[in-house]
């Protein structure tokens, strides 16, 4: 990266607004209805997006002082020996070389202000591990498409959610969102599938960061965000309705408690915790008892299991969904 004369105030936002436009060109070439090297591509120009706006935030914190973002190394003496003295490090052009983005997130994380999001770094790992793989597999199949499909969505929720926080920008003038691949082509279901060795390794590894996604701190932030899409032809006013029923003849829906626990994660503790993570004026006092008991009664936010589940009045244990933040930061003052 190279800085020419300007305002130092300018460092920072010329590089959010190239990040910016990093970001739409991997959208862009994306969802282009035919292109062959389209995970690969976007890969490179989403990590290129994210590297550009840690980047920012580390001139941000740094008071816009290129010295922030520029690697330096020890040179090697006549005796063989490495110098005291750190010296700049430069391009073969001459230009100053900046770090990376693991160096940018290493910098960050030294501050609890700018110390990224467990699912942010997971995710990121992600797209370094596709872009970094990129030379190894020509065509990715179906099966690691959809995994880039769910990790790139991820990664652009993040990242808008992440600006916004950082620098104020809003994106929604943009059309920031990445289109299934179902809806571009058809695709005919394999019942196998040749992947070679490299394949198979990076699908793996993939599958497995994805399982991390409730790692995080915040559930703004995501590791993989699960795409799904569906063609009707009935209209919604005409649509089947759905009735909870004992009529043993009518169809039947399978809920697991695998499924429950999946969407419904967070215990009374875990909630309370998130809530002081995420605000400057919460406090476990009647305020938020009065907020959170209503929700209760909200099948969206919260499902309760009884110890007896015939008996409403038997002992029980409350378990919220993630969204159920939504409420309480209409009531808190998140923290910048």
Known sequence: MIFTAGSVRQRSTNLVEKSEAA?????????????KYREETFALLALNAW???LKAKVLAENRNDPRAIQQHERHKKKDGTLSKKQYLK??????????????????????????????????????????????????????????????GTAAVRNYI????????????????????????????????????????????????????GALGDDPDYHVSLNVNLSFQRSRVTTATPVFVTADPSAPHVTI????????????????TSQLSKRYIDFKLNQKYHDIRKPLIANSAFVKSRFLDPGNPRSAKKDFYNPNIIQVFDQHYTRKS
């Open 23 to 35: 970001m739409i060109s991997a959208i862009e070439i994306y969802n282009k209805p035919d292109f």
């Open 51 to 53: 590297e550009l706006l």
């Open 90 to 151: 430069k391009t073969r052009s001459g230009n100053a070389h900046t770090i990376s983005i693991r160096q940018a997130i290493v910098t960050l994380d030294g501050n609890a202000s700018s110390r990224l999001d467990p699912a942010i770094k997971t995710n990121l790992d992600g797209l370094i591990e596709i872009r970094d793989n990129a030379a190894h597999y020509l065509n990715a199949g179906a099966q690691l498409a959809k995994q880039v499909l769910e990790i």
């Open 161 to 212: 959610t992440l600006t916004q926080k950082w620098f104020k920008r809003d994106l929604s003038r943009y059309n920031l969102f990445l289109m299934p691949l179902g809806f571009l082509s058809q695709q005919t279901p394999a019942t196998a599938l040749v992947l070679n060795h490299d394949e198979r390794s990076l699908i793996a590894f993939l599958a497995s960061l994805a399982q991390q």
């Open 256 to 271: 697991s408690e695998e499924d429950i626990r999946r969407d419904f994660a967070w215990d009374y503790s875990k909630l």
